[in-house]
Nanobody, 118 residues
Framework: QVRLVESGGGLVQPGGSLRLSCAAS????????MGWYRQAPGKERQLVAA???????NYADSVKGRFTISKDNAKNTVYLQMNNLNPEDTAVYYC????????????WGQGTQVTVSS
């Protein structure tokens, strides 16, 4: 009964910007750590950015200073603002909702494609 729906991906030129959104139909959204991951063809899925239940954030070194994760608890939505994009950012981006408890389940969205190309 958990649904994560990403939007905002697309084609952008190097140096451009995109904002990804993840609308979460999930219980106790505000208590969950949320994250954005990405996976390029032939590569492992990797963490891009995460935000915890009290607003603390963590970023991959490759995106620090360029990407910003945020969330709106009233809208049950998490965002990823991506600036100064480069071709290495090309990947499918996935929204992730962490477990509420150590024995609980985590959830993934379907992914949204981001392509950075001139």
């Amino acid at each position: 009964q958990v649904r994560l729906v990403e939007s905002g991906g697309g084609l952008v030129q190097p140096g451009g910007s995109l904002r990804l959104s993840c609308a979460a139909s999930v219980s106790a959204f505000s208590t969950r750590a949320m994250g954005w991951y990405r996976q390029a063809p032939g590569k492992e899925r990797q963490l891009v950015a995460a935000i915890d239940s009290i607003g603390g954030t963590n970023y991959a070194d490759s995106v620090k200073g360029r990407f910003t994760i945020s969330k709106d608890n009233a809208k049950n939505t998490v965002y990823l603002q991506m600036n100064n994009l480069n071709p290495e950012d090309t990947a499918v981006y996935y929204c992730h909702a962490d477990k509420r408890f150590s024995f609980g389940a985590d959830y993934w969205g379907q992914g949204t494609q981001v392509t950075v190309s001139s």
